[in-house]
């Protein structure tokens, strides 16, 4: 089964598009955690592998039922080391074992040229068993190609990012003179259809960089079918735009939680034909939702109320459309 196979079963199975994300960083774990980590049975022992893979066994468990996906994120760790790997594999050995039909993202962000993707598709999707993978669109198709290339992964490539310093490049103006024929001609079309998209540029008609990203990762870079978007929560004008250009893309949204994304704009603006077509990450704003012996039981509180405000929301729009 592909990654969107997966992806579009469990949002069906679970009616959820909550993602959680594992940023598990050791530092965050208070001293109260980790005792009851070992107290509970989760932790065998205050080893940082140990802990860092026990916090996560007692989340993904509190959380498996409200979850489209888990998300760890790369960088908390390789923070630790060898700890923070042996920690991660264990970490998705676990949700393996526990709900198989769970899709695992690897949020790792990595693009280098061809054969050095290689290696770091070999690691994400054979060594560590991911179902997908973060990508930097920066060095273009061709070097995405040995991830693009295993059709049965997801291929999640960065588009409008959540951080405020993403203007400095994401919102760049490109004339449409400078694009492929191709290109041109898409998005005239696209601004028949929806309007509002092409911007100008010294009396010429123009897309913004992170456009120009999402139309080629629908078009030209998804030819099996595996590619998906992200896009911050925390531009939901431009997570609108993306929705326009890309149609029923999954799109996978971070930045809601403790980055204080509007959710209900997410989801007004971000929903595919379905009701579906997003994996709303949270991460610190449920899996540090409390720093006591509870820690589990708060995950799994704030992981429900964000799944029922998701699924409220939704049910506000529906009765809209209707009438």
Known sequence: MTFIEMLRNRWSKVDSMVCVGLDSEYSQISDEVKCASIRDGWAENIQPVSIIYGFNRAIVSATKDLVCAFKPNMAFYEGEWTDGFQALQRTIGYIRGLAADIPIILDAKRTDIGNT???????????????????????????????????????????????????????????????????????????????????????????????????????????????????????????KIIRQIVSNMPILVPAIGAQAGDLEATV???????????????????????????FAEAAGREAKKLRDSINEIKAKLLVKKVR
């Not at 929806?194 to 999402?214: E, K, M, N, S, T």
């Not at 007004?268 to 509870?294: T, Y």
């Open 117 to 239: 993707n290689r290696g770091y598709a070999k690691m994400a999707f054979d060594e560590l068993g991911a179902d997908a993978i973060t990508v930097n669109p920066y060095f273009g198709g061709e070097a995405l190609k040995p991830f693009l290339d295993r059709a049965d992964k997801g291929v999640i490539v960065l588009c409008r990012t959540s951080n405020p310093g993403a203007k400095e490049f994401q919102d760049l103006k490109i004339p449409l003179t400078d694009l492929p024929e191709k290109g041109r001609t898409a998005f005239l079309k696209l601004e028949d259809n929806f309007g509002g998209i092409l911007v100008w540029i010294d009396r010429v008609r123009a897309v913004r960089l992170y456009q120009w990203v999402a139309l080629q990762a629908a078009t030209e870079w998804n030819k099996n079918g595996n590619v998906l978007l992200v896009a911050g929560a925390t531009y939901p004008e431009e997570l």
């Open 268 to 294: 007004r603006d971000g929903l595919d034909d379905s009701g579906f077509g997003m994996i709303i990450n949270s991460a610190r704003g449920v899996i540090f939702a409390s720093k006591g012996g509870d």
